[in-house]
Structure formats: C-alpha cells, structure tokens
C-alpha cells in the first residue's frame, strides 16, 4: 500500500515538473527563440507531441492564440487534483 502511495506521489511530482516545462515552452514561443538552442529544442521535443495529440481532438488556434498548453495544464491540474489525490486518499483510508 506504502508503495502504491509513493509512486503517486512520484507521479504527482513529475507531472508538476511537466506543467513548469509546459508553461516554459509557452512562454519562449512570446519571443523569436532561436530554434538551435538546445534548450529551445527539449522543451519542443517534449511539449509538442503532446500538443498534437489535443489538436487531434480540439481546435486549439484561436485568432492566432494557441490554447493547447493551457488545455495541457488544466488536465495536467485536474489529473493532480481529481485523480491522484483522490486516490492516495483512498489507499491511506481517509
């Protein structure tokens, strides 16, 4: 049970880590980023094929504003909070 708990909360940690990735990436597409800086090009490596994945389903281009990464993070908050917590609840008997 112990154990179950801990990956949880090991799940719930990294995808805090990946909410700040998302929010990064986010950000540098606001200025003309220099497509063969290493870091530029993790944070797209690592956001983008997520972002094809809503945009498979939801159309996410706004008047030129992309909503994917706020989608991304709103299931990125709800999965925290709905599931995981609900869940660690539940194992631990509260």
Known sequence: MKFIVNLLL???Y???IYMFIVVA???ITWVQPNPYNPIVRFLFQVTE???ARIRRFIPT???GFDVAPMILIFAIIFIQRVGIT???QMLSGN
Do not use: K, Q
């Open 10 to 12: 090991f799940v719930d």
């Open 14 to 16: 990294i995808l805090t």
């Open 25 to 27: 990436a986010a950000l």
């Open 49 to 51: 094929p997520v972002y």
């Open 61 to 63: 281009n706004f008047g």
């Open 86 to 88: 609900s869940l660690i």
